[in-house]
């Protein structure tokens, strides 16, 4: 891929190296002049960011040759970003990846798994508001992302895994889910607290934070597509969740249940889970809350999903869910081994 690069010389004192992903979204954008907006030339980047001469930073930006709405993200993609981080791991302190806000979470939850062993920050970033617009997000959200990636205590990074920052509150990659299309608060993580918080000085959550590996950093880029959501509402006909299941080639399902885990338990339905299962088809269960876990048995309509072979999510986001699966699929070629290792903590993404 044909990549473009800029590089960005510190006026002051380098006290870091820190590289940019540029991959497109509102991040970039800027008003053309009808006013609709289009991605500027990222080499520009100083012009709308002054402050980013004056960081004592060594900054390079890598952009993605044709910048991508994030609605058309593919793991190809991801696998784009993690080779550029993999390239460039013994370069720079951290890394800084701009994404557009849409899919933010299912990327950023898919390179935590595909980075393994990694110990220097990535940390994903975008904006509500394109950084051409006056009341933009972009400056605040990029400036104290490249000051999160570049941070060291007695030079060891002060992060040691894939996160988002936006609107002064760091999450775990994960963790974390787009829940506001309207405000600049629009990322959030209902079952793990935030690991740190930008005010007059960055707070952070050392209890909190993913402890530094020792090992070298291991890509796992093998991904499996073919996955499934299953969202479940009251109603829903046996003709749908049979379409779903019966999907080509599928290999994995995330079922976005009600509440704690918990389903209909019409015989039909939990006939077609269990066909399915013993059919070879991976079913994992995910609450459609943003807060909380799936508990199978907890109540009376959840006791036969396991009993149908149902593996329970715990409390993983959706997109952790999916992206861990298709990660998992991919690179194991035993279903046991899949259906072991979903159900257990890979990088973060659920409590023990």
Request: contains cysteine; charged residues 20%.
């Amino acid at each position: 891929m044909n990549y473009k690069i800029v590089n960005i010389d510190s006026s002051e004192n380098v006290n870091a190296s820190v590289l940019i992903i540029y991959t497109g979204g509102t991040f970039g954008m800027a008003a053309d002049e009808q006013g609709a907006l289009k991605p500027f030339n990222f080499g520009n980047v100083v012009d709308k960011v002054p402050e980013l001469k004056s960081l004592g930073l060594r900054i390079r930006v890598i952009s993605f040759p044709k910048p991508i709405d994030s609605s058309n993200v593919t793991p190809d993609d991801w696998k784009d970003i993690a080779y550029i981080i993999e390239e460039n791991y013994e370069k720079y302190d951290g890394f800084v990846v701009l994404h557009g806000t849409d899919t933010m979470a299912y990327s950023a939850s898919a390179l935590s798994f595909m980075l393994q062993g990694l110990n220097k920050p990535v940390i994903f970033t975008g904006a509500q508001i394109p950084i051409g617009s006056t009341r933009s997000d972009a400056r605040e959200n990029l400036i104290t992302a490249l000051e999160i990636a570049s941070t060291k205590i007695d030079g060891e990074p002060r992060i040691c895994e894939v996160c988002i920052y936006f609107n002064f509150v760091l999450l775990r990659a994960n963790r974390s889910q787009k829940v506001n299309s309207s405000t600049f608060s629009a990322f959030h993580s209902e079952n793990y607290p935030p690991l740190a918080e930008s005010g007059i000085i960055i707070e952070y959550n050392e209890g909190a934070l993913m402890p530094c590996h020792i090992h070298k950093l291991v890509i796992q880029n093998k991904m499996d597509t073919n996955v499934a959501i299953l969202k479940l509402f009251p109603g829903i006909d046996i003709s749908v969740v049979k379409a779903i299941l019966g999907i080509k080639n599928l290999r994995g399902v995330v079922m976005e249940t009600f509440g704690s885990g918990n389903t209909m338990t019409e015989r039909w339905f939990i006939d077609e889970l269990r066909s399915a299962i013993k059919s070879g088809l991976i079913i994992v269960n995910i609450s459609q809350c943003i807060g909380g876990t799936v508990s199978h048995g907890k109540y009376a309509t959840s006791v036969p999903l396991s009993e149908a072979g149902v593996l329970s999510g715990g409390d993983m986001t959706t997109e952790a869910a999916t992206t861990k699966l298709m990660l998992l699929l991919g690179e194991e070629k035993s279903p046991e081994k899949v259906k072991e290792k979903i159900v257990i903590p890979m990088n973060g993404e659920m409590d023990e």
